[in-house]
């Protein structure tokens, strides 16, 4: 059996968090019982949520435990199999973590899932067509509800969750204004991902300044807001949100660091009679089979083109992770393993 790299979280952030937080280790893979699996994976999947989970603290997530691999999805092929449901040579999809190989128990639901890589690539399944589509699917379809011809504003539109977001809500009929940082983000998610509008966040130094912008891309207002960041942003779009407007709340970057996120103008909630719901996507697993279904024809077809930023070999995650919530990636964060 192979030896496997890993990454493990050494110790739990002080505030931001940083390279010396993770560690890597070499670790000897174990021989294969009757119906389990080794899998060698190509790609991981770097998400903004790890880096609440690397926090001791109670959230919607056990923390992750301190000297173990960081888990995380991937996607690889078998490389040797002792149950009779996989191959050697079948891509699949599971949640290996931060390392070169994983040992999946086959028997167990859900945990690894063969992918057809004949028109959607392997590594899109841990974006557009694997769980940041579906949480833009779930967000967008059961929260926000959208009826043709209404406005949709997404913050963080260039990244695996928003450029989904997009390309769901224009299959809807309905206006798409995303929100996102710096020049060339925004011409992406214009030019190819065929938003309506994109706002450059970094030009605007605070809400009113951010909202004047807003008026401008969506002048009837909006509908439907699928939250990403919080904060400045959050603020500047709740001033321009029509009555009985929906917000489907993914996440909240801007407090990722532990800082506390105020909300400016939580009055419009009740004035403007809003639905603000959170929401996570792995509680809701009897929409992915619908949603996947949609999100890989839109790949499929080329309605929906997502990009990737991927770095390259396991030791380069920290760094890119890192990189990742400061929003130095361009679409889906990923390391290539192999």
């Known amino acids: 059996m192979p030896q496997n790299k890993q990454i493990h979280l050494d110790n739990r952030?002080?505030?931001?968090?940083?390279?010396?937080?993770?560690?890597?280790v070499t670790a000897q893979t174990p021989e294969l019982k009757d119906g389990e699996v080794l899998v060698r994976h190509h790609f991981l999947s770097l998400d903004p949520y790890m880096r609440g989970r690397m926090n001791d603290a109670k959230s919607y997530a056990a923390p992750q435990p301190l000297g173990q691999v960081m888990q995380g999805g991937t996607v690889g092929e078998v490389a040797e199999s002792r149950h009779p449901k996989f191959q050697p040579g079948d891509k699949v999809v599971g949640f290996g973590g931060w390392q070169e190989y994983s040992v999946?128990?086959?028997?167990?639901?859900?945990?690894?899932?063969?992918?057809?890589?004949?028109?959607?690539?392997?590594?899109?399944?841990?974006?557009?067509?694997?769980?940041?589509?579906?949480?833009?699917?779930?967000?967008?379809?059961?929260?926000i509800e959208p009826k043709e011809g209404q406005t949709i504003v997404v913050s963080a539109a260039s990244g695996a969750v928003g450029s989904a977001l997009g390309a769901l809500a224009k299959a809807?009929?309905?206006?798409?204004v995303g929100i996102a940082g710096g020049p060339d983000k925004c011409r992406y998610v214009t030019e190819e991902l065929g938003f309506d509008a994109c706002i450059d966040?970094?030009?605007?130094?605070?809400?009113?300044?951010?909202?004047?912008?807003?008026?401008?891309?969506?002048?009837?207002?909006?509908?439907?807001?699928?939250?990403?960041?919080?904060?400045?942003?959050?603020?500047?779009?709740?001033?321009?949100?029509n009555a009985f407007g929906r917000i489907a709340l993914c996440g909240m970057i801007a407090g990722y660091d532990g800082q506390p996120i105020p909300m400016t103008y939580p009055q419009l909630l009740l004035t403007n009679r809003l639905l603000l719901q959170g929401f996570i996507v792995s509680e809701h697993m009897d929409v992915w089979p619908?949603?996947?279904?949609?999100?890989g024809t839109l790949v499929g077809?080329?309605?929906?083109?997502?990009?990737?930023?991927?770095?390259?070999?396991?030791?380069?995650?920290?760094?890119?992770?890192?990189?990742?919530?400061?929003?130095?990636?361009?679409?889906?964060?990923?390391?290539?393993?192999?």
């Open 104 to 143: 999946v128990d086959g028997n167990q639901p859900g945990v690894l899932r063969r992918v057809d890589t004949a028109h959607v690539p392997l590594s899109h399944y841990l974006g557009a067509v694997g769980m940041p589509g579906v949480t833009a699917w779930y967000g967008l379809v059961r929260i």
């Open 201 to 241: 966040y970094k030009q605007h130094k605070d809400a009113h300044s951010l909202s004047k912008a807003l008026k401008e891309a969506a002048p009837k207002g909006v509908d439907g807001y699928f939250e990403n960041v919080g904060g400045m942003v959050m603020d500047a779009v709740m001033l321009r949100m």
């Open 172 to 176: 809807r009929g309905c206006r798409a």
């Open 301 to 338: 077809t080329g309605k929906l083109r997502p990009r990737e930023s991927v770095a390259d070999g396991l030791e380069a995650a920290p760094e890119a992770f890192l990189g990742m919530l400061k929003g130095r990636n361009f679409g889906k964060q990923l390391v290539k393993v192999s």
């Open 290 to 295: 619908q949603a996947l279904q949609e999100l």
């Open 13 to 24: 952030p002080q505030g931001e968090a940083a390279a010396s937080n993770f560690k890597l």
